[in-house]
Structures are given as C-alpha cells and as structure tokens.
T-cell receptor
C-alpha cells in the first residue's frame, strides 16, 4: 500500500534562511507532485517529478526526486514571507495518488 | 484565476440528502480530476475523467459518482450524505491525462452536512 510521509509537519523559519521539506513514500511510485495551499484557498500545482534524479526549480523553490531512496525534497532558498503556506507532496502509481499530510510553513519577517 | 470554475462555492445540506457539485475545466483541457479535503482524511484523490471517459479512480465512496459531459464540464454527485462527508471538494483540469501535465485547480466547493 502506497503511503506518503512528510516532515516536518510544521516549520517556522526566519526570512533569508534555507530549509528543506522531506517527502518519503513507501512503495513504487511513478510520479511525485508538489502543491502549495494558502490559508482558505485552493491548491496550486508547483512541480511534477517523473524520473529518478529529476530536479525542477521555480524561483526560490527547488524540488528533487530520488526514486531509489523513495524520497523527494522541496528546498527553499533565502525564504521570504510570501512563501508562507502549506506545502503538500503526493505520490502516484497507476490509478493511485496519495497525499502527505502537508507541511505548514511560517516565515517570520 | 486558474480558469477552472466550480459551483456552488458553499453548500449546506442535511444528512441523507443528495447534492451535485459542478466543475468547468479550463478552455482546451480534456482531463478533470476531483479531490476531497477534510480535517479527518486530509487530501484525497477521488476520480479522474478524460474526454468523457473515466480514467482513474481513487478513494471514491460508492455513494459518490461523477461524470464528464460532452462539453467537458464535470459533475460530482454525492448521495446519502453523512456528517463525515463535510469537506472541501476541489476540481482540477489538465490538457490531457499525461502525469507530466500541470493541474489547474478550481476554488473549491465547501460542503457542510448538518
């Protein structure tokens, strides 16, 4: 059974610092998604990672995938307040898409 | 604005009732996805349609059903509602069924079952 675990679940950090959110999944997955959700808002797709070693970057966010370790990371560089949100990863295999519980990121000015 | 339209924004109903949630995808998108977000269950993928046909099925209850119409809009029908069905229901669309394509999400329908 595919399970997805994110950590940390809550992260408070200072502006300008770097940090990483980890997403582990338990069995084979052929795709890994990252999403952002602002409080009271809908989801926004950030990245789709399809192959081992895939790396994608958008602004201060960079996502990577290691299929052998069953691990994806979302790295935040020089955080700014606007990045405060909840970030979800989701792993997919065939028909299944399983979400992590989300990481609530709070960036202090 | 993602271009994905969901109606209604809010829905309040009673246990045992049936409701229909509607989703209009972005212009040109053929694939529609439905998701549920609740405090208890978190985010769950329910079902995907592509060009009118069911493409993938996730954790969708038997009391729930969906369809995609020839004009590509989709409806999610929830019946015999229970308190636990109270949640946010999101629809998303993408160009086709390929996993590499970004999904664009609607604003969601907040369902409250009393």
């Amino acid at each position: 059974e595919l399970k997805v675990e994110q950590n940390p679940l809550f992260l408070s950090m200072q502006e300008g610092k770097n940090y990483t959110i980890y997403c582990n999944y338990s069995t084979t997955s052929d795709r890994l998604y990252w999403y952002r959700q602002d409080p009271g808002k809908s989801l926004e797709s950030l990245f789709v990672l399809l192959s081992n070693g895939a790396v994608k970057q958008e602004g201060r966010l960079m996502a990577s995938l290691d299929t052998k370790a069953r691990l994806s990371t979302l790295h935040i560089t020089a955080a700014v307040h606007d990045l405060s949100a909840t970030y979800f990863c989701a792993a997919g295999y065939n028909d299944k898409i399983i979400f992590g519980k989300g990481t609530r990121l709070h960036i202090l000015p | 604005d993602s271009g994905v339209t969901q109606t209604p924004k809010h829905l309040i109903t009673a246990t045992g009732q049936r409701v229909t949630l509607r989703c209009s995808p972005r212009s040109g998108d053929l694939s529609v996805y439905w998701y549920q977000q609740s405090l208890d269950q978190g985010l769950q993928f329910l079902i995907q349609y592509y060009n009118g046909e069911e493409r993938a099925k996730g954790n969708i209850l038997e009391r729930f059903s969906a369809q995609q119409f020839p004009d590509l809009h989709s409806e999610l029908n929830l019946s015999s509602l229970e308190l636990g069905d109270s949640a946010l229901y999101f629809c998303a669309s993408s160009v086709d069924f390929q996993p590499k394509n970004i999904q664009y999400f609607g604003a969601g329908t907040r369902l409250s079952v009393l």
